[in-house]
């Protein structure tokens, strides 16, 4: 079966980027999907179709897939974007999640 | 703005079937742009998809759980739901139900989570 990699965590200080990648076998040949989970929250989409932005969500949010790759870079990371984050991919007609990644801002 | 609220008991004895429903608003469950599906996460762990539903209640399956799974559709009542059964302690985790749109834009809408325990 198809899966995904995750670090489990990432630190960065504020106001620096962090990124975080989520690797798979030809991940570049499929579509990557990004959430944002706090805790006690459901996720949040952040990052559809590899590098596009929904409504709402702040320009420091990007991503981009390649190779075996995906990875989710936050710019000017802020304490706010303390969260667990989690990459999402499809293999046929299931969904493939990736273990999460809990990213720490300090 | 469509929003989904999971619903069932909380607390389901080993071996029964845990049953859930996830009743949609805003928007209509008949729509063929969409899945809807069920996801869930363990205690302090990451997330696991179970399954998908369109509207014509055609069925995609998380394949370890294939077998204990039951998914649902009324579009009468603009619900979906979720029978899982031969539950054990395993199965104890938030239940999310949310809408699929395609391979390209995940999932996008989720509901707010239901907490399922599972007693011996």
């Known amino acids: 079966s198809y899966e995904l990699t995750q670090p489990p965590s990432v630190s960065v200080s504020p106001g620096q980027a962090a990124s975080i990648t989520c690797s798979g076998d030809h991940l570049g040949d499929r579509y990557v999907c990004w959430y944002q989970q706090k805790p006690g929250q459901s996720p949040v989409l952040v990052i559809y179709q590899d590098f596009r932005r929904p409504s709402g969500i702040p320009e420091r949010f990007s991503g981009s897939n390649s190779g075996n790759t995906a990875t989710l870079t936050i710019s000017d990371t802020q304490t706010v974007d303390e969260a667990d984050y989690y990459c999402?991919?499809?293999?046929?007609?299931?969904?493939?999640f990736g273990g999460g990644t809990k990213l720490t801002v300090l | 703005q469509v929003q989904l609220l999971e619903s069932g008991p909380g607390l389901v004895k080993a071996s029964q079937t845990l049953s859930l429903t996830c009743t949609v608003s805003g928007g209509s469950i008949s729509s063929g742009t969409y899945y809807w599906s069920w996801i869930r996460q363990h205690p302090g762990k990451g997330l696991e998809w179970i399954a998908n539903?369109?509207?014509?209640?055609?069925?995609y399956h998380n394949p370890p759980l294939k077998r204990r799974v039951n998914l649902t559709i009324d579009t009468s009542k603009n619900l979906f739901s979720l029978k899982l059964s031969s539950v054990t302690a395993a199965d104890s985790a938030v239940y999310y139900c949310?809408?699929?749109?395609?391979?390209?834009?995940?999932?996008?809408?989720w509901g707010p989570g239901t907490t399922v325990t599972v007693s011996s």
């Open positions: 999402l991919a499809w293999d046929t007609t299931t969904l493939i």
């Open positions: 949310a809408r699929v749109l395609n391979s390209r834009e995940g999932v996008d809408v």
């Open positions: 539903i369109n509207h014509r209640g055609a069925t």
